[in-house]
């Protein structure tokens, strides 16, 4: 696949004689975003090896996993089931109509159920519900999915990759193909992922990172005006669409950090944009902002 990178030119870098590029992943596919292809690929690939026609996974109402997982199940001939978080609304946001319209079921399930999709019993509870299946974790986070996000960075030339995290799976797979000399700085869309640091652990044998939590905010999908208004100048800048959830944030503590001298004279930043913009329409829609769309 060919993907490519554009640098970001602003003077702020300039002053500080520093580079960022951005790596365009999120380009791949509208609604296969970014990171989620890269995690859906070699699940599917096992999916098909188990001869399984069934997938099941986990999400939020606005989440780009349950997004993906639906368009690509049902590009394979595999039936797709989303559990989702949450009560169900009379009318479906984006994300689950489109969810819906690649003939994904979804099933909704109250908060405190939704914590208990580890534990054995409440798969079992599901497969008996809804015959066998591929069973997806939430995010589509496993060791398959780090395998896959292993190829995101392949001979990328820079010292710094700036990723955003969620379950960690992205980054461990970016730790992992980075080169010795590469600082991988994470900037985490949640304010306490009690799982995040184990995972990245069980996920990469690598300890070459730095998890900037500054740049959160309020918490997962919680958006601030000045969030919007960086985002939106941004777009207006460098005609590139960031999602609200996860990239926003990145970019914009990438351009506070440099701010504040945290990258070296010299340096090469490498983000990765890893997708998402497909949930702008929904937050949109919601709180009648204007994020840019794709
Ligand atoms: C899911 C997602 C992430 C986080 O990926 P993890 O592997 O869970 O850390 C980052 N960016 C976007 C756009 C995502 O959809």
Sequence with gaps: MNIHTQQINSDIFKSKKINLFIKRIDLIHPFVSGNKYYKLKHNFTELHK???????????????HICATSYYAKKNNIKSIGIIRGDKHVKLNHTLTFATKQGMELHYVSRE??????????????????????LLPEGGSNILAVKGSREIINNDNCNYICCSVGTGATISGIMESSKKHQK????????????????????????NIKLEYAYVGNGYAKISNDLIKFINNFYYNYDIPLDAIYNGKMMMGIFDLASKNYFEKGSNILAVHTGGVQANKGFNDRFGIDLPLI
Excluded: C
């Design 184 to 207: 991988v700085v994470g900037f985490p869309a949640l304010k306490s992922y009690k799982d995040l640091q184990n995972n990245i652990k069980k996920w990469s044998r690598r300890s």
């Design 50 to 64: 188990q001869k399984k026609d069934k997938i099941l996974t986990f999400g939020g109402a606005y989440s780009n």
């Design 113 to 134: 159920d939704y914590r208990q999709k580890h534990k054995l019993y409440f798969i079992n509870q599901l497969k008996n519900k809804f015959g066998d299946f591929y």
